[in-house]
């Protein structure tokens, strides 16, 4: 079977993840700190053995515990790029490129090649005589990409590679791994925070949370249609459990929920309400009118968003986080200031229900 397939559990670190990746499909795996995805990245590169599991890439097995099988990590034909660039500091950047090429066996003349033929790619063929100290921190990355790539590997392993990069800097490098990922159709997972990088990087989406995978499938959907709170946070909706029969969906605390049901709703099994934050009307008296969604919350944050002010709070409980996006006019007249009780009502229409999905 041609692609990337990782099925392992690290019981010391609570991880139970699985995926299976075609040849030349690009994965993306989202997750709070200390979710496993790290983790994952560091078992299919052979960094770290899992008391159960199994590796496979291109039909080739890796991992294997049930066979004892386990490939050490240069014979694997997988990179792993970290957030750091991690470039040998005494070797030149043409050096650092070259190193992998001639790992391999491959003579200086045909490794120094290998070196200009990537750094040309990732557009730093200028940096070929510095030396890594010489470098900024987006230079570093590129080279880091170079020296990855040169290498030849069937599959890539991206482990944050924007989250040590400056403002400036990350955009270039995103725009530089879609280049490469895309032009050449290589098999890559993509460990990520940014939402960006997931749109503008993957295929399919898996987002990973407490050591399993929570919520999978294409980015678009994932992102529009999330089932799960981390997914609903870097998509910039809210997202609210609800149970219950379609004429009397309940939150958790008794909030009853009015909504549209999507094509994945099904009666009676658990699901979950999700809106923008746009959708949101702030109030400091029950509203009349027709049946709406109305949460009793408590303000904890108020900041710039945009055009439009972000008001963040959550219910009295403290069991659910909320936000919604309202004029800064609105914020005077209301008096919308942290520790303020006040009511978010959401209108029926604005409600989507879907089915809670869990793989």
Known sequence: MSGLTVDARVNVRGVDVGFDLAEGEVLAVLGPNGAGKSTVLSVAAGLVRPDDGRVELNGRVLTDTSQGLAVPPHRRSIALLAQQALLFPHLTV????????????????????????????????????????????????????????????????????????????????????????????RTAVVVTHDVLDALALADRVIVVDGGRVVESGLVRDVLTRPRSAFAARIAGLNLVPVFGAPDRMETAMGVRIHG??????????????????????????????????????????????????????????????????????????????PGADV????????????GARTT
């Open 343 to 354: 009511l978010f009502v959401v209108k029926a229409t604005e409600v989507a229900l879907h």
């Open 94 to 185: 043409a050096a650092n490129v070259a190193f992998a090429p001639r790992s391999a066996g491959r003579g200086r003349r045909e490794a120094r090649e290998i070196a200009r033929k990537w750094l040309d790619a990732v557009d730093a063929v200028q940096f070929a005589d510095r030396r890594p100290h010489e470098l900024s921190g987006g230079q570093a990355q590129r080279v880091a990409v170079a020296r990855a790539l040169a290498a030849d590997p069937q599959a890539l392993l991206l482990d944050e590679p924007m989250a040590a990069l400056d403002v400036s800097a990350a955009p270039a490098l995103r725009v530089l791994l879609r280049r490469v990922l895309r032009e050449g159709r």
């Open 260 to 337: 549209l049901p999507d094509a994945d709703f099904v009666a009676g099994s658990p699901a979950v309400a999700v809106f923008a934050p746009h959708s949101v009307a702030v109030h400091r008296h029950h509203p009349e009118g027709s049946p709406r969604n109305v949460f009793r919350v408590t303000i904890a944050e108020v900041g710039v968003h945009g055009p439009t002010v972000r008001v963040r709070a959550h219910t009295c409980e403290g069991r659910l986080e909320l936000s919604a996006d309202v004029t800064a006019a609105s914020v005077a007249a209301l008096d919308l200031v």
